[in-house]
C-alpha cells in the first residue's frame, strides 16, 4: 500500500523512517516534511492545514493509510474531513482531539472522570485572572506554586511555572493580554504546581482495545538541571525506570482506561494516540496534560525500540480491530533522543543556517538523526525550526544510550546549535 504521513517535524520523520521499513508498504509520502524524510520517504509540498489539497493527494495517488501527526490539523478536524471523503485514516476526530486543543475541556473532563490531576480555576479574562491572584496572595511578594496554561496549542510554550506573586501576574499577562500565544489565550487556567517526577505514557486505541507503549520520559524545560523556559521537549529516553510494571498497572486503571470510557460518554469516541504527561507525586500520579498524537520526541525513541511492524497497528487503530493484534515486540535495549535546537530557542532564533556533520553522525552504530526543523536547500541541509535534530540510539544500558547519542551529537554542527548535556541523567537514581 500507500502512506501518507502529514506533517513536518521529528515525529513525522521517525514515522516515516519506521513506516518505511515495513513490507506492506510500497512507498512512502510526507506532506510537507523535511530535509530528513526527503531521505526515508517522498515530500509532497502540501502544507499540513491544506484539508483540501491533503484529500484531494491521496485521492488520486490512491493512499491507503494516512497518519496525522501533528496536532493543529488534527484539532482543525482533518481526520474528520478524509473519513468523509472515504479515505482511512489514523488519528482522532475533531471532537475528540479537543481533549488536547482545550485544557480547559480537558480539566472539566478530568473533574468530571475523577481522573487524579492538580486542582484548578479557569478564566475567561486577564482582569478575572489577575484580581484572583491578589485576593489570594495579598503580599506583593508572596511566594506562590502556581501554573499558568493557556487553553489552546501553544506549541509546547503555553506553560508557565510561577513561584512568586509577580510571576502569576506577568505570566497572566502574557498568555491573556499580551497574546503571546495567540488565540490560545482567549482562556487560562490557574493551577496548583504539582511535585515529583514526570514521565510520559503513551497508548494506542481504537475506542475499546488500549495497547499501553513503554514509559518514556520527556525533558521540557530548555536548560540542564530542568531549568530555564518550557519547550516543546528537549530531549527523552525510553523505557524510564521510574514507572514500574505496578505502577504502569494504577496508570492504565486510574488514567487511561476511565479516559477512554469519558470521552465515549461525551460521545466524543478516542481513536489514535493518547498521551498522558504525568507527575508521579507521592500521593500517586497525576495528569498534567493529554495529547492527542505521538509525542515530539518520545516518539523517536518509541519507535527506535519497536520491533513490531507500525503499519499494522496504525490500520488496526484506524479499523477498529486493535483487540485482533498479538502483543507488540519490542528491542530490550533502551534508546534516546537529545535534540539539538536553535540559538534562541524557545524564544526567537534565526533560520537558513547550514548543517554539517550528519553523515558521520548517522555512520555511528546505532544511531538515527530525525530531522525536525530542516529544510533541503540546493542540496545543502539548512537550519528551518527551534528544534532541529533529534539525535537518537539505542544501547545496552541507558548510560551507553547516552554515550552513543552524545557522540552523535558532536559530529554535528551549525552556528548557534545547542543541547541539553543531561538528558536520561535522572534514571540514574533508579
Given amino acids: ?25 510500497e512507498q512512502v509520502f510526507v506532506a510537507p516534511g523535511n530535509a ?13 492545514t491544506d484539508q483540501e489539497a491533503l484529500i484531494q493527494f491521496a485521492k488520486e495517488e490512491q493512499i491507503g493509510l494516512t497518519i496525522v501527526g501533528p496536532e493543529a490539523p488534527l484539532v482543525d478536524g482533518l481526520v474528520d474531513a478524509m473519513e468523509d471523503a472515504g479515505l482511512k485514516v489514523f488519528g482522532p476526530s475533531k471532537a475528540a482531539a479537543e481533549l488536547e486543543g482545550s485544557k480547559v475541556f480537558c480539566k472539566n ?20 485572572a489577575s484580581r484572583y491572584i491578589k485576593e489570594r496572595y495579598s503580599e506583593p511578594e508572596s511566594s506562590v506554586q502556581l501554573v499558568v496554561k493557556a487553553d489552546g496549542l501553544a506549541a509546547g510554550k503555553g506553560v508557565i511555572v510561577c513561584d512568586s506573586r509577580s510571576e502569576a501576574l506577568d505570566a497572566i499577562d502574557r498568555i491573556a493580554s499580551r497574546r503571546e500565544f495567540g488565540e490560545a489565550g482567549n482562556e487560562l487556567i490557574i493551577e496548583e504546581k504539582l ?11 481504537d475506542g475499546e482495545t488500549i495497547i499501553t507503549l513503554p514509559a518514556a520520559q520527556d525533558h ?72 492527542v498524537r505521538f509525542g515530539d520526541p518520545e516518539c523517536q525513541p518509541l519507535l527506535m525500540r519497536l520491533k513490531s511492524d507500525l503499519v499494522d497497528i496504525l490500520e488496526a487503530t ?21 535534540v539539538m535546537a536553535s540559538e534562541g530557542y524557545p524564544g526567537e532564533y534565526e533560520k537558513g543556517r547550514s548543517i554539517t556533520g550528519l553523515e558521520n553522525a548517522a555512520s555511528i552504530d546505532d544511531v538515527k538523526v530525525f530531522h525536525a526543523g530542516t529544510k533541503l536547500e540546493n542540496g545543502q541541509v539548512l537550519t528551518n525550526g527551534g528544534r532541529v535534530l533529534g539525535v537518537t540510539a539505542l544501547g545496552s544500558s541507558i548510560s551507553n544510550s547516552k554515550l552513543q547519542a552524545y557522540k552523535a551529537v558532536k559530529e554535528i554542527r551549525w552556528p548557534g546549535a545547542w543541547c541539553r548535556k543531561d538528558i536520561s541523567d535522572k534514571a540514574m537514581k533508579y
Avoid at 530528513?36 to 499540513?48: E, F, K, L, M, S
Avoid at 511535585?195 to 486505541?205: M, N, Q
Avoid at 485482533?324 to 534508546?335: F, G, K, N, Y
Fill in 195 to 205: 511535585i515529583g517526577l514526570e514521565a510520559s505514557v503513551l497508548a494506542i486505541t
Fill in 109 to 128: 473532563l478530568l473533574h468530571t472522570a475523577n481522573i487524579p490531576t492538580a486542582t484548578y480555576q479557569t478564566f475567561g479574562s486577564a482582569e478575572d
Fill in 220 to 291: 521540557k524545560p530548555a536548560l540542564d538541571g530542568d531549568l530555564g523556559p518550557n519547550t516543546g521537549g528537549m530531549g527523552a529516553y525510553c523505557p524510564t525506570p521510574i514507572v514500574n510494571e505496578d505502577l504502569m498497572e494504577q496508570i492504565e486503571a486510574e488514567v487511561l482506561v476511565p479516559v477512554v470510557h469519558a470521552m465515549k460518554r461525551a460521545r466524543r469516541p478516542f481513536k489514535g494516540v493518547l498521551y498522558a504527561g504525568l507527575m508521579l507525586t507521592a500521593t500517586g500520579p497525576k495528569v498534567l496534560e493529554f495529547n
Fill in 318 to 338: 484506524a479499523d477498529g480491530r486493535l483487540s485482533e493484534m498479538d502483543p507488540l515486540e519490542w528491542d530490550d535495549r533502551p534508546s534516546i533522543c537529545v
Fill in 36 to 48: 530528513g524524510t526527503a531521505i526515508d520517504a517522498i515530500n509532497i509540498p502540501i502544507a499540513a
Fill in 1 to 25: 500500500m500507500k502512506v501518507l504521513i502529514v506533517g513536518n517535524g521529528g515525529r513525522e520523520h521517525a514515522l516515516a523512517w519506521k513506516i518505511s521499513q515495513s513490507q506492506r508498504v
